[in-house]
C-alpha cells in the first residue's frame, strides 16, 4: 500500500506545477519533494508529470490520478472537519436513560446548564423501564444512564455515584396527626398504603421493607408511575412509598414524611455505564457539569 503522504505531496506539486513553491507550501526541502514524487512514480510504475523549464505539469496518467487524489484528499478533509466539530462540541448527540421522575426532580436543570453551553448538542432521552435501559446500554443504543443503583451488581457496568437519597412513607394532611408522633412498621397495618407496581425498584424496596419488619400489607392501590402515586397521596387516598427525592421541593405544604422508625433504606443514584466503553467528549463534558454543578 503505497503511503498517504506521498499523494498528498504528488497533489500539491500538480496544483502548484512548481517544485520549489510545493516545497514552500509543504514545508520540506526541494530535494525531499522530489525524491518522494520519484519514489511515488517508482511504486506506481509509470511517470507522472513532464519536466519543462518553468517547472512540472501533469501527464495523462498523472491527470487522472490527480483527480482520484483530489477527491479523495477532500473527503478526508471533509472528515478531519467533522472529527474537529465532535472535539469541540460544535455537533453531536448525547443518549441518556432515565426515569420519568430522576429527569424531571435531578437531571433537568444541568441539561439546562449544558444547552446553554454547547446549544448545538441534541440531548435524547429515554424513559424506559430499568431493566429496558439496562438491554439499550448494552446494544449501545444509549450511552449512559442516571439512576437508582440496585443491590444487584452488573458486571458488565461501572457505576458512579452522584448523590443518595431515601425512600419514605408520605401523606397529605387528611394524616396530620401523625406529624408530630413516630410510628412502628406495624402501626403500617392501620392505613390504607399506596405503592408503585412492580416491577419497579420502589416496589421491591417496599416489599423488603414490609418483609423485613414482618407486617402484612395489601396495597389499596397500584400505580404505575411514581408521579401518580403522588398526585393520589395528595388527594388524600393513603401513605405511600416514594423516593425521598422526588417530594423533596413538596415537603410542608401537600404532603409531610410520615416519622417512621426504623427508616426505609437509604440508596444511592448515579452514572452507570459499560466497563472498557470510551465515552465521547460531548458525554464527558454532561457529566462534567453535572459533577461540577451537583446541589441536591
Do not use: W
Amino acid at each position: 500500500m503505497i503511503n498517504l503522504e506521498l499523494y498528498r505531496i504528488f497533489y500539491v506539486v500538480a496544483e502548484t506545477k512548481n517544485i520549489t513553491k510545493a516545497s514552500e507550501k509543504l514545508c520540506i526541502s526541494q530535494p525531499a519533494v522530489t525524491k518522494q514524487i520519484k519514489k511515488l512514480e517508482s511504486q506506481l510504475n509509470t511517470p507522472l508529470f513532464i519536466r519543462t523549464k518553468r517547472g512540472v505539469i501533469l501527464n495523462e496518467c498523472g491527470e487522472k490520478i490527480f483527480n482520484n487524489v483530489k477527491q479523495a484528499l477532500t473527503l478526508l478533509e471533509e472528515i478531519d472537519n467533522k472529527i474537529n466539530d465532535y472535539t469541540k462540541l460544535n455537533t453531536g448527540t448525547i443518549k441518556i436513560g432515565i426515569s420519568t421522575s430522576l429527569m424531571k426532580k435531578y437531571l433537568l436543570k444541568y441539561i439546562e446548564l449544558f444547552h446553554n453551553k454547547y446549544p448545538d448538542i441534541v440531548v435524547d432521552i429515554y424513559t424506559d423501564p430499568t431493566k429496558d435501559l439496562i438491554t439499550k446500554l448494552k446494544n449501545g443504543m444509549i450511552d449512559f444512564i442516571i439512576g437508582k443503583f440496585s443491590n444487584n451488581i452488573d458486571n458488565e457496568l461501572n457505576y458512579y455515584e452522584l448523590d443518595k437519597t431515601r425512600y419514605c412513607f408520605i401523606a397529605n394532611n387528611k394524616y396530620f396527626n401523625l406529624k408530630n408522633i413516630q410510628l412502628k412498621p406495624k402501626d403500617l397495618e392501620k392505613y390504607p398504603i399506596l405503592l408503585q407496581e412492580y416491577p419497579s425498584n420502589s416496589r421491591i424496596s417496599a416489599e423488603k421493607y414490609f418483609e423485613k419488619n414482618n407486617i402484612n400489607i395489601d396495597p389499596k392501590m397500584n400505580i404505575a408511575s411514581s408521579n401518580l402515586l403522588i398526585d393520589f397521596i395528595k388527594l388524600g387516598y393513603g401513605m405511600g412509598y416514594v423516593t425521598e427525592l422526588y417530594v423533596k421541593d413538596e415537603l410542608n405544604k401537600d404532603i409531610f414524611i410520615v416519622n417512621i422508625n426504623p427508616k426505609p433504606e437509604e440508596i444511592s443514584f448515579g452514572i452507570i455505564c459499560l466497563k472498557n466503553n470510551i465515552m465521547t467528549n460531548s458525554c464527558k463534558k454532561f457529566i462534567e457539569i453535572i459533577y461540577n454543578n451537583s446541589v441536591l
